[in-house]
């Protein structure tokens, strides 16, 4: 059993305080059939009640601080841990007495592992288990809170958190990649969201003046690559997956992954032979990062591995702007700090665009929606109106916030779907004729990809335009909404055919 400790962090001049949670884990053995496997759990007498964490297909955790009566029977079908978990804000995570180190910029490499080494003596259970450019993972099973408190002392550190890794359960295997697509449906050769956008005549503009192919970075669940629209504009070589236990180099989604095909479908989709879907920003590259994997849209990684996303996206890839349609359980000083870095150097110093959704729960924004440094999109609906829940119409509302920075539409955004059943699509959207091959996208995710593909065409005839320069342009060309918002979701709507006039 790891050490016991209360854990808190600063956010700014906030405390966020995790508390420490008892949990029993029963864990099936491997060569157990998923039919026992779900008589031998439900002997447990622990799923669907409050005492549950997590529930999957070989893996129980439940709150208790004692071994359920059945366990000695079921033995050796099953093994039980006792651990430690924390848990803010009604989620639990694992942190295995694993830390971030941020150092000050001009901190050496040198200098960092002198800082690390020197604690050795005091701590010596601690162990270095990975450098990285922006930050250190380190290790120590002992005296975690003297550890805590003694590299604080150290000027040259920046922030230090633990590794906080959400428990969940994960999608089931990765799709089929042999899915047959329907090359005889068509799509209207004019979509109505995009007439309203006058997305086309943007694009033919675009095409006379391009000088350049901005590269879209995608942090969500994954794309299906597979699907002709997308094929020639994903980076298959960039791409990758930061989720623990996946290949590396494979960033296709599981089962129910299917948030991130949507957006990028909007971001850049290119038309399979004249037919099909043309993105908001086509003519861009993607490159796909998968940080998490589930239909709630919430990062489910360690912080660690989300940071090292973000580096690799705006620094490694040096992406031309970043979209993020998702939503994180908690503040992380050591990530704001990044995405701070990213907005002031990427892009070679003019600064890396990072588009958040603003979320549909009819609340106020969160972080890290609510950094100045992000740009926030809430949505709209045909009536240039926010999207607001009035019980009838909508089942969502879009959030709010001084710091939602602009908003698009949120309502029938057309999009890439993944090929065939699998898909989201069904006759509930157009059951005279389904759309096998597409979808329809709703929701403030579907407005932050309006935002960031739009910023990419600007990019293909403006491919030095500052970050502040970008910002103005969008604030200056905004639509106005047709009712009085306080400015609690934006600037406006984004008028994307004046934001390219605006610079040719």
Not at 293 to 313: C, E, H, P, R, V
């Amino acid at each position: 059993m790891q050490e016991v400790f209360q854990y808190s962090h600063k956010f700014e001049d906030k405390t966020i305080v995790f508390n420490k949670v008892r949990a029993i884990k029963y864990q099936l053995n491997e060569d157990i059939s998923k039919i026992k496997g779900a008589e031998i759990f439900h002997e447990l007498e622990f799923l669907n009640t409050d005492e549950t964490i997590l529930a999957s297909k070989n893996q129980l955790i439940v709150k208790s601080n004692f071994v359920n009566k059945n366990f000695e029977r079921l033995m050796p079908d099953i093994s039980v841990e006792e651990i430690e978990l924390l848990e803010y804000d009604e989620r639990y995570y694992t942190h295995n007495n694993e830390f971030i180190v941020e150092f000050v910029d001009t901190c050496s490499l040198e200098e960092k592992y002198k800082i690390l080494n020197s604690l050795k003596n005091g701590y010596d259970t601690l162990d270095i288990l990975e450098p990285h450019e922006c930050v250190f993972l380190i290790k120590n099973i002992t005296q975690t809170q003297l550890l805590l408190n003694s590299l604080k002392a150290f000027e040259e550190v920046i922030s230090v958190e633990l590794n906080l890794s959400t428990i969940y359960k994960p999608s089931s295997e990765k799709f089929p990649t042999d899915l047959s697509f329907n090359e005889e449906e068509k799509l209207p050769i004019e979509y109505p969201l995009y007439n309203y956008l006058n997305i086309y005549e943007c694009q033919k503009l675009i095409k006379k003046k391009k000088v350049y192919v901005p590269k879209i970075g995608l942090l969500d669940n994954g794309v299906f690559h597979f699907h002709p629209d997308l094929k020639k504009v994903i980076d298959l070589e960039l791409s990758c997956s930061f989720i623990e236990g996946e290949d590396k180099n494979d960033q296709l989604p599981a089962y129910n992954d299917l948030h991130g095909t949507f957006c990028a479908g909007i971001l850049c989709a290119s038309k399979f032979q004249n037919q099909g879907l043309s993105g908001i920003g086509e003519g861009s590259k993607l490159i796909s990062y998968r940080v998490f994997s589930g239909q709630d849209n919430t990062i489910y990684l360690s912080m660690y591995s989300l940071l090292k996303a973000f580096y690799k996206a705006g620094f490694e890839d040096n992406c031309d702007v970043i979209n993020c349609s998702w939503s994180l359980p908690y503040e992380s000083q050591i990530l704001k700090n990044i995405i701070n870095k990213i907005t002031v150097k990427g892009r070679n110093g003019f600064g890396t665009p990072i588009i958040f959704s603003a979320g549909n729960e009819g609340e106020k924004i969160k972080f890290p929606k609510n950094l100045k440094d992000v740009i926030t999109v809430a949505s709209t609906n045909l009536s240039k109106e926010p999207v607001i829940d009035e019980g009838t119409l909508y089942r969502w509302s879009s959030n709010y916030g001084d710091n939602v920075y602009i908003s698009a539409p949120g309502l029938n955004v057309i999009t890439t779907d993944i090929i065939g059943s699998p898909g989201w699509n069904s006759e509930l959207i157009n059951p005279v004729q389904p759309l096998s091959n597409y979808t329809y996208f709703f929701g403030t995710s579907a407005s932050a990809p309006i935002v960031t593909g739009a910023i990419s065409l600007l990019l293909q005839i403006k491919p030095n335009l500052e970050l502040v320069k970008i910002k103005q342009l969008i604030k200056k060309t905004a639509e106005e909404f047709s009712t009085q918002t306080n400015n609690q979701y934006g600037h406006g709507i984004i008028d994307i055919y004046k934001l390219i006039i605006n610079v040719i």
